[in-house]
T-cell receptor
């Protein structure tokens, strides 16, 4: 069974640009969550989608948004990039009934210059 | 109240020793406590998890101890091996939610 796939794995952007990251969950998983990982703040929850609906949202500004498609694939978008947005963005999928049992992808490493 | 505090930040243990990582939480609504292991360049992977109706859970060399009254839980790695060298994160969540609150992580190094 294929794991969670994230693309692109690495990307470099400049301040003010916007970026879109993609995530394909494990087949059969309908919940997709996004986390930001930085050395200073650790792992922080961004948002969670299930059946194309956002069910939970973390404490991030409105520049961070996401969506989920009918095939459970998800995208997240960050607009007007800031230097502090440089981070590893991790996508995780899970079965709906499994609390906390997240299966993470390898992440998309974003560098903002 | 949403924080999970993890210690130590880094830990060095000799091969064959016991590695112990501790976490504490404040939010009594948390009722699911997983531990994740992360190797460099990889995403975190679930190691073991516990619910508060159980005081201890063991899977192979890994054991979670849970103290509900103290709002603390810990991970014990017995007979630590060099392959256990990784960053370990404790986490907590509320039943039914996929939102995990993570501790800051512990970088574990097992010396051969």
């Amino acid at each position: 069974k294929a794991g969670v796939t994230q693309t692109p794995r690495y990307l470099i952007k400049t301040r003010g640009q916007q970026v879109t990251l993609s995530c394909s969950p494990i087949s059969g998983h309908r919940s997709v969550s996004w986390y930001q990982q930085t050395p200073g703040q650790g792992l922080q929850f961004l948002f969670e989608y299930f059946s194309e609906t956002q069910r939970n949202k973390g404490n991030f500004p409105g520049r961070f948004s996401g969506r989920q498609f009918s095939n459970s694939r998800s995208e997240m978008n960050v607009s007007t990039l800031e230097l502090g947005d440089s981070a590893l963005y991790l996508c995780a999928s899970s079965l709906v009934a499994s609390w906390g049992e997240l299966f993470f992808g390898e992440g998309s490493r974003l560098t903002v210059l | 109240q949403q924080q999970v505090k993890q210690s130590p930040q880094s830990l060095i243990v000799q091969k064959g020793g016991i590695s112990i990582i501790n976490c504490a939480y404040e939010n009594t609504a948390f009722d699911y406590f997983p531990w994740y292991q992360q190797f460099p360049g990889k995403g975190p992977a679930l190691l073991i998890a516990i619910r508060p109706d159980v005081s201890e859970k063991k899977e192979g060399r890994f054991t979670i101890s849970f103290n509900k009254s103290a709002k603390q839980f810990s991970l014990h790695i017995m007979d630590s091996q060099p392959g256990d060298s990784a960053t370990y994160f404790c986490a907590a969540s509320v039943q039914g939610a996929q939102k995990l609150v993570f501790g800051q992580g512990t970088r574990l190094t097992i010396n051969p």
